[in-house]
């Protein structure tokens, strides 16, 4: 069962960057397109990011410009890097695998002064 484990999470000021990471047990990104994802509270998850094992990437126009996906197949990990947060950026991220339908347990990102 692979297993994918998020971090990188804390408390930001608006304005500031954060890189969040997603560490998978095996390398599987050779054959899932794997996606960032985000939940606020009271709020729908949504769709962030996602990376193919082409190596395709598309953003939500919510973070598109402020935001990159990327991958290290040497460590197993995607990263989210994101600047210029905003408060609306505040939410539990996770970290997903797709056809594999994983996810990770989340970790959560606070903008705010």
């Known amino acids: 069962q692979v297993q994918l484990v998020e971090s990188g999470g804390g408390l930001v000021q608006p304005g500031g960057s954060l890189r969040l990471s997603c560490v998978a047990s095996?390398?599987?990104?050779?054959?899932?397109?794997m996606g960032w994802w985000r939940q606020a509270p009271g709020k729908q998850r949504e769709l962030v990011a996602t990376?193919?094992?082409?190596?395709?990437?598309d953003y939500a126009d919510s973070v598109k410009g402020r935001s990159t996906i990327s991958r290290d197949n040497s460590k197993n990990t995607i990263y989210l890097q994101m600047s210029s947060l905003k408060p609306e950026d505040t939410a539990v991220y996770y970290c997903?695998?797709?056809?594999?339908?994983?996810w990770g347990q989340g970790t959560q990102v606070t903008v705010a002064s």
């Open positions: 997903n695998a797709r056809p594999l339908n994983i």
């Open positions: 095996r390398n599987i990104f050779n054959f899932n397109t």
């Open positions: 990376l193919s094992p082409s190596g395709q990437t």
